[in-house]
């Protein structure tokens, strides 16, 4: 299951960095997304899995499809010239942080340890809700103000004349 | 070789290693890739993988709720990044009528 839902997630993924069509992209995006809800299921975390198709493959992703249909630009626009130095700078660093965490996770100790120690049971939303409204009720009604925030400042910069 | 075998069984390192891969090919899709809205989504593919490597630490770690707690507090800074982030888009598409972020090179007209 876990090798599944990891080849969802990175095929959508590469999909999404090779296409051309941006609305077929943003699909792609959703393709994703739902492979990550499925890792999370399988992390026994079925909280996270709902919130993760809510708000990502549905919200988010709805979102950006609007606005893609609403520029009309279905097509990355020609270049206006070619930066093959700057291509392959980027292939370079990308390939070398590739390689140095590769080489950190396959021999680090201490997440072999981790791996060894018995499992937990599933988190559950009572779990979470004591939680959040125990210790971090502070952090919550700030993170509502700013939802709060982002929704004014959208549409104040959509507006045309305000 | 017990790396390899607890990779393709979904151990930790498993899970980190989808992490790290989605989070390179987000990073490529910023890099590499000139309309902004692809950038966009590469971005939050990044932030996908930040979030998977954070659950995965919480489970392994035995189960600790804090880390959904924060999964929940990244999920609400994500969902405000995304709105702004779309309306500064149609704002420059406005302005410049492309979302190539090669042309949008000057900071006046």
């Known amino acids: 299951m876990f090798l599944i839902f990891a080849l969802i997630t990175l095929a959508g993924a590469v999909a999404l960095a090779l296409q051309r069509n941006l609305v077929v992209a943003g699909l792609c995006l959703v393709l994703s997304f739902t492979g990550v809800a499925g890792l999370f299921l399988l992390l026994a975390n079925p909280v996270a899995a709902a919130l993760q198709i809510i708000v990502y493959s549905g919200a988010i992703v709805v979102l950006l499809l609007f606005v893609i249909m609403l520029l009309n630009e279905h097509q990355e626009e020609a270049a206006v010239q070619a930066r093959p130095l700057q291509r392959w700078v980027s292939v370079a660093v990308i390939l070398a942080l590739g390689a140095g965490v590769l080489k950190l996770v396959a021999g680090s100790p201490l997440l072999r340890r981790l791996d060894a120690a018995p499992l937990p049971a599933v988190l559950t939303l009572g779990s979470l809700g004591d939680a959040l409204f125990s210790e971090h009720l502070l952090a919550f009604e700030v993170a509502g103000l700013l939802l709060l925030a982002a929704m004014v400042s959208a549409v104040a910069l959509v507006k045309r004349d305000l | ?109």
């Open chain 2, 1 to 109: 070789m017990t790396t390899l075998s607890s990779i393709l069984a979904g151990g930790l390192q498993g899970y980190i290693l989808v992490a790290l891969l989605l989070f390179l090919i987000g990073l490529g899709t910023v890099l590499c890739r000139r309309s902004i809205l692809l950038q966009f989504m590469g971005v939050e593919l990044m932030l996908n993988a930040a979030n998977v490597a954070l659950l995965a630490f919480a489970r392994f770690r035995g189960g600790d709720v804090q880390g959904l707690v924060f999964y929940l507090f990244i999920i609400a800074v994500a969902a405000c990044e995304a709105s702004v982030g779309l309306g500064l888009v149609v704002g420059l598409y406005r302005h410049r009528h492309s979302t190539d972020t090669d042309r949008a090179d000057a900071l006046r007209q």
